[in-house]
């Protein structure tokens, strides 16, 4: 069935550098993703999203990279900070009411 | 920005007690949704609401009900909370269609419910 996850459960990022969060899915079909960051003891934030007919789109300071041949998102955090520790995860549509969700990758910014 | 509140970020009820959770959305979104959290099982879909008074079962919907009265409140009740319903509980809405639209699900801050 369609699945979303991610490749690593934790990542650790000095502060400053670039953070690099990756994401696989299984359903070629899939045209919508969805980055959420998650703080401690808060809920799930929107972050970025992107179509399938795009490649790459561009937030504050972070992009999201769509590779449909290998079926693969990546989440880029520029010049990491501390605010940015939280679990991250990607997320898609598999109808009209329901997200399928990674399982998340937990950011710890080394100061 | 899309708000969505959940009345109670933190609860603490006894084994038997009806549980209500709020929740109300300032979008006019037409999707309301309830979600538990709980470490290594991730993000469940309990149920969901497309209208008004519509409901419909998301994946673990044993031992909940809902109420949508009103397009912009969702409740969550627990008839007769257990310990294995501790868990934080996640609210979320969003405009209708996920699927090739480009929507997405917008989050509220959770409640923290611990059943004793």
């Known amino acids: 069935g369609e699945s979303v996850g991610l490749h690593l459960p934790t990542l650790s990022v000095q502060e400053g550098d670039n953070s690099i969060i990756n994401c696989a899915y299984s359903?070629?079909?899939?045209?919508?993703f969805i980055w959420y960051k998650q703080e401690s003891g808060k809920g799930p934030q929107f972050i970025i999203d992107?179509?399938?007919?795009?490649d790459k789109r561009q937030g504050q300071r972070v992009t999201v990279l769509l590779n449909k041949t290998v079926k693969h998102l990546s989440l880029q955090i520029a010049a990491t900070q501390p605010g940015d520790s939280a679990v991250y995860f990607c997320?898609?549509?598999?109808?009209?009411?329901?997200?399928?969700f990674g399982a998340g990758t937990t950011v710890t910014v080394r100061a | 920005d899309v708000k969505v509140t959940q009345s109670s970020r933190y609860l603490v009820k006894r084994t038997g007690e009806k549980v209500f959770l709020e929740c109300v959305q300032d979008?006019?979104?037409?999707?309301m949704f309830w979600y538990r959290q709980d470490p290594g099982l991730g993000l469940r879909l309990i149920y969901f609401?497309?209208?008004?008074?519509?409901?419909e079962k998301g994946d673990i919907p044993e031992g909940y009900s809902v109420s949508r009265e009103k397009k912009e409140r969702f409740s969550l009740i627990l008839e007769s909370a257990s310990t294995n319903q501790t868990s934080m509980y996640l609210c979320?809405?969003?405009?209708?269609?996920?699927?090739?639209?480009?929507?997405?699900?917008?989050f509220g801050e959770g409640s923290w419910l611990t059943v004793v």
């Open positions: 997320a898609e549509p598999i109808n009209d009411y329901k997200l399928s």
């Open positions: 979320a809405s969003s405009t209708p269609a996920l699927q090739g639209s480009g929507n997405t699900i917008y």
């Open positions: 992107i179509r399938s007919n795009m």
């Open positions: 609401s497309y209208d008004v008074k519509m409901k």
């Open positions: 979008m006019d979104h037409e999707n």
């Open positions: 359903n070629s079909a899939s045209d919508y």
